[in-house]
């Protein structure tokens, strides 16, 4: 159940408005952004798999759709939340990651963005070079990522609130090594769209669970991973 809680990035209740809006029109950036994922190093075949996703993004949220999978992700940036959606044949379900719950996550880890005169051309926008450092307080424990941002997509810092507090621009190329392998994602493809709000409200026929742990015990029970 880790693996479905480490898709995290995403989610929302407060977007009030239904309205489409277009990206010509708006100040902020609405549309999709594809990414591809690469591993270099010591790879398990089985284990790090190269592939695509793509997140819808309007302002400062964004979601992932895994439809093969019934997974939705949504975040949201200014709220700092994030809404994990299931949607399988008889089963609409979901749990919000609250902001207090990710704040006190966050709490336990130091980052510290240091910023590089390096830029890169990424899907025609000019990133700019972050070197990231992320130090886990409770495990003493440090580690590395390479970002290259964007600040034409995104309104603010908020966009980052889930992933990378504080960081500026919208990350199309992140890097980071983990025991030998390491993973980069980079953007393949940036489009300007028009994007509903009401994509990133919670369907009003999903059952959602206040408790993480009632919520993942009843995805053990779907998925066959029974319980105690």
Known sequence: ???????????VLCVCTAVEVSAQKSKSF???????TKYEGDIDPQKHI????T????????????????????????AVTVTI????????????????VLEENFAARKYTYTKS????????YVCTRYDVTIFDIEEDE???????????????????????????GYPLYMEEDDDGVKQIQEAIEVKKTKIKAVDFLVPSDYTMYDSQEEFQTKIQELFGGGGE
């Open 85 to 100: 959606l299931i949607d399988i044949p008889g089963n609409r379900m979901g749990y919000i990651i609250k902001k207090e």
């Open 142 to 168: 440090e580690s590395k990522a390479v970002v290259y941002t964007t600040t034409e997509i995104g309104e603010s810092s908020n966009i980052n609130s889930v992933t990378f507090p504080g960081l500026t």
């Open 30 to 36: 609405a549309g999709t952004v594809k990414f591809s």
């Open 55 to 78: 997140f819808s993004v309007f302002g400062n949220k964004q979601k992932l759709s895994i439809p093969e999978q019934g997974v939705h992700q949504i975040t949201d940036g200014d």
């Open 50 to 53: 190269p592939g695509e996703i």
């Open 117 to 124: 005169e390096e830029t890169k051309t990424i899907c025609g």
């Open 1 to 11: 159940m880790k693996k479905l809680f480490s898709i995290c990035m995403v989610a």
